[in-house]
C-alpha cells in the first residue's frame, strides 16, 4: 500500500520549536522530490518547502527562511519539517507530499501552483501556535 503518514504535530507557544515527520510506505522517496504543505483555517493550502531529488531546496514561502528546514532520511525512507522560532500565523494543518516533475534525470520542485505533480500525500498534522 502507497502512503505517507506524519506524526510529530501538537500546540507549541510562539517562539519555540517542532520536527514534522512523515513516513513512506510502498514506495522510495530518494528519487523524489519531497514537500511540505500547510492549510491555515479558512485559508487555501499553501507549499512551505520542497527539496527536489537533487537536494536542492525551493522556499514557497518567504516567511520561513532561515526557519524552516527540509530533509530526508533515505535509510528510514522518511522526510522531516524542522521548524523554528514558530509564530502564530505558522498555524494550521501540515501536509508531506512526494513526487514532482521528472526529466533530466531528477525529481524536480514544481511551481506552487502545480501541486498536482506531487502524486502521494499525508493525511495531515495540526500545529498550533499559541501562547
Known amino acids: 500500500q502507497v502512503q505517507l503518514v506524519e506524526s510529530g504535530g501538537g500546540l507549541v507557544q510562539p517562539g519555540g520549536s517542532l520536527r514534522l515527520s512523515c513516513e513512506a510506505s510502498?514506495?522510495?522517496?530518494?528519487?523524489?522530490?519531497i514537500g511540505w504543505f500547510r492549510q491555515a483555517p479558512g485559508k487555501e493550502r499553501e507549499g512551505v518547502l520542497c527539496?527536489?531529488?537533487?537536494?536542492?531546496?525551493?522556499f514557497y514561502v518567504d516567511s520561513v527562511k532561515e526557519r524552516f528546514t527540509i530533509f530526508r532520511d533515505n535509510a528510514k525512507n522518511a522526510m522531516f519539517l524542522q521548524m523554528m522560532s514558530l509564530k502564530p500565523e505558522d498555524t494550521g494543518v501540515y501536509y508531506c507530499?512526494?513526487?514532482?516533475?521528472?526529466?533530466?534525470?531528477?525529481?524536480?520542485?514544481?511551481?506552487?501552483?502545480?501541486?498536482?505533480?506531487?502524486?502521494?500525500w499525508g493525511q495531515g498534522t495540526q500545529v498550533t501556535v499559541s501562547s
Open positions: 507530499a512526494a513526487g514532482g516533475l521528472f526529466y533530466s534525470g531528477n525529481a524536480h520542485c514544481p511551481r506552487q501552483e502545480n501541486a498536482d505533480a506531487f502524486d502521494s
Open positions: 510502498g514506495f522510495t522517496l530518494a528519487h523524489l522530490a
Open positions: 527539496m527536489s531529488s537533487s537536494d536542492g531546496d525551493v
